[in-house]
């Protein structure tokens, strides 16, 4: 570890003339971020170590209760049209092309991506439930005083894969407890919301 002298830690007297929420303010002036262009940030020393340690909490908990994956960010558009969302998700999505013209999204979710893994992967009942989760950067766009723009965001999310419902209420107790022992050990009020889906929460 560096000294804290040697360190790279650009604060601020004022925070910048854009920065209109308080959260930006406070995170701008210490030096945890610094903005590259409307809704995209670089994460400095001090905010990258911030994010290690909150998602080192939740790892820690999460990996109690499921195992832990790493999907793509880039999806084809095949895997979303089978869903049913890739017109769904409208504007909301950050869509692309590569080289050769076929169409590609950014990761907004990554349902679909979990879905294929287990539709191809899981041959039988008996490997279920399957519990996995991702810590993951995730990409909207977000329409911000009429102009669409970039949103990106750091997320956990677990999915559960289950033999029949009867599975779901047990498995929610669990992810409610991991996600309380989150805001124990960080000090922080967690607050549970339904997510509109049968046992989803946020």
């Known amino acids: 570890m560096h000294r804290w002298s040697e360190l790279f830690i650009p604060t601020l007297r004022e925070a910048p003339?854009?920065?209109?929420?308080?959260?930006?303010?406070?995170?701008?002036?210490?030096g945890y971020i610094?903005?590259?262009?409307?809704?995209?940030?670089?994460?400095?020393?001090?905010?990258?170590?911030?994010?290690?340690?909150?998602?080192?909490?939740?790892r820690q908990e999460m990996d109690t209760i499921g195992q832990e994956?790493?999907?793509?960010?880039?999806h084809p558009r095949e895997l979303w049209e089978a869903s049913g969302r890739w017109a769904v998700m409208g504007d909301n999505m950050f869509r692309l092309k590569d080289r050769k013209g076929a169409e590609l999204a950014l990761g907004m979710t990554?349902?679909?991506?979990?879905?294929?893994?287990?539709?191809?992967?899981?041959?039988?009942?008996?490997?279920?439930?399957?519990?996995?989760?991702?810590?993951?950067?995730?990409?909207?766009?977000?329409?911000?005083?009429?102009r669409r723009r970039v949103g990106r965001f750091l997320q956990e999310a677990l999915r559960?894969?289950?033999?029949?419902?009867?599975?779901?209420?047990?498995?929610?107790?669990?992810?409610?407890?991991?996600?309380?022992?989150?805001?124990?050990?960080?000090?922080?009020?967690?607050?549970?919301?339904?997510a509109g889906g049968r046992g989803s929460h946020r």
Do not use: C
């Open 34 to 58: 610094r903005q590259l262009a409307a809704g995209i940030y670089s994460y400095l020393f001090m905010g990258n170590r911030s994010f290690n340690k909150i998602m080192n909490i939740v």
């Open 110 to 146: 990554h349902e679909e991506v979990m879905t294929d893994i287990a539709r191809k992967e899981l041959r039988s009942y008996k490997q279920l439930p399957q519990i996995w989760y991702q810590i993951q950067t995730k990409f909207l766009l977000l329409l911000r005083h009429r």
């Open 160 to 194: 559960r894969l289950l033999p029949h419902l009867r599975s779901l209420r047990p498995q929610v107790h669990g992810r409610r407890s991991a996600l309380g022992r989150h805001g124990r050990i960080a000090v922080a009020r967690i607050h549970g919301a339904h």
């Open 17 to 30: 003339a854009d920065a209109e929420v308080a959260s930006h303010k406070f995170l701008v002036r210490a």
């Open 69 to 74: 994956f790493f999907l793509p960010a880039i």
